[in-house]
């Protein structure tokens, strides 16, 4: 079970999460300009690293806010968790390919 | 004019009163459990930086909570922390009158005041025992040190979310569950107390 610390409710068991998918995925700037390959890159394709990787998450029964994790897929181990109008944390050991 | 509506409105958990008496236990492993229909709830969303929130805390007589788990008393109301912008006020007052108070309070600012009275039920749970109740299905450290009278959390007991607040040192727990799923956490509850009756297992 994962431990994941809500930046408004502190730490909290994973079974209070909703899991959202990759974060910083940003919306196309003019989505009627995009190919049906572009557009199905941005809603299907998304990256698979093995070490951190940045992820969205929602405290669907605590304070039902949505925030990104730093969670390495390796080990499984949260290294940040941060609110959706701040930057990606930079790791002190920059691993991963990203 | 409210009258009829009042009449006619049956509690989520009217039909398991009666289970509910008969699965009090006393003594020193003593619990409770106790339903408190039609407790007047109102949800409040507001900037806490905002002019109007200044007008809300004025309305309500207190501060709103700031703090994940931070409660906030004044006269009928009790404020409850549902998140950065988001409170939940429980009141003994009429549901129209204190959700107008608010709506007044609010004015055309951005925000909004819903009466949700009808959204969940207040269960009681209380007596020495009632702590280790909770314990076998709620995965929030309920101890003393960390957890106390006037906190307040959303969380989830057995499969089920609630808002839980804790009145006093008893320890009293007040237990805010979906209407909807009440029926489920009671009988969740009563099955969970029903072992505070015997002895103690070494």
């Not at chain 2, 959700?99 to 009275?117: C, F, I, M, T």
């Not at chain 2, 207040?122 to 960390?146: F, I, M, N």
Request: proline residues 9%; charged residues 25%; hydrophobic residues 35%.
């Amino acid at each position: 079970m994962l431990l994941i610390t809500c930046p408004w409710c502190g730490p909290r068991d994973e079974t209070e999460y909703h899991y959202g998918g990759q974060a910083h995925v940003p919306h196309p700037e003019t989505p009627a300009d995009l190919t049906d390959e572009q557009w199905a890159e941005y809603v299907f394709y998304r990256d698979n690293p093995k070490g951190p990787f940045a992820e969205r998450w929602m405290h669907s029964t605590g304070c039902r806010r949505w925030f990104n994790v730093l969670r390495d897929t390796v080990n499984y181990e949260v290294l940040a968790a941060y609110r959706l109008d701040e930057p990606r944390p930079e790791l002190p050991q920059a691993g991963g390919n990203r | 004019m409210a009258e009829p509506i009042t009449a006619l409105r049956t509690s989520p958990l009217a039909h398991l009163e009666e289970r509910m008496r008969s699965a009090t236990v006393t003594g020193a492993r003593g619990v409770t459990l106790t339903e408190w229909p039609f407790v007047t709830m109102v949800n409040l969303r507001v900037d806490p930086a905002s002019e109007a929130a200044d007008r809300v805390e004025k309305a309500l007589g207190a501060p709103l909570p700031r703090q994940c788990g931070d409660t906030a008393a004044s006269g009928p109301h009790t404020v409850v922390w549902l998140g950065p912008d988001e409170w939940l006020v429980l009141s003994q007052a009429e549901e129209t009158a204190v959700a107008a108070e608010l709506r007044e309070a609010l004015g055309g600012d951005p925000g909004s005041v819903v009466d949700v009275s009808a959204n969940r039920t207040t269960l009681e749970l209380s007596g020495p025992a009632a702590r280790q109740v909770l314990e076998k299905g709620c995965p929030l450290d309920l101890h003393p040190r960390v957890f106390g009278p006037g906190r307040a959390v959303s969380t989830t007991v057995g499969p089920i979310a609630v808002l839980l607040w804790q009145v006093d040192e008893t320890p009293t727990y007040r237990l805010f569950p979906r209407s909807s799923f009440a029926d489920h956490l009671a009988r969740w509850l009563i099955d969970a107390m029903s072992e505070y009756r015997g002895p103690e297992v070494p």
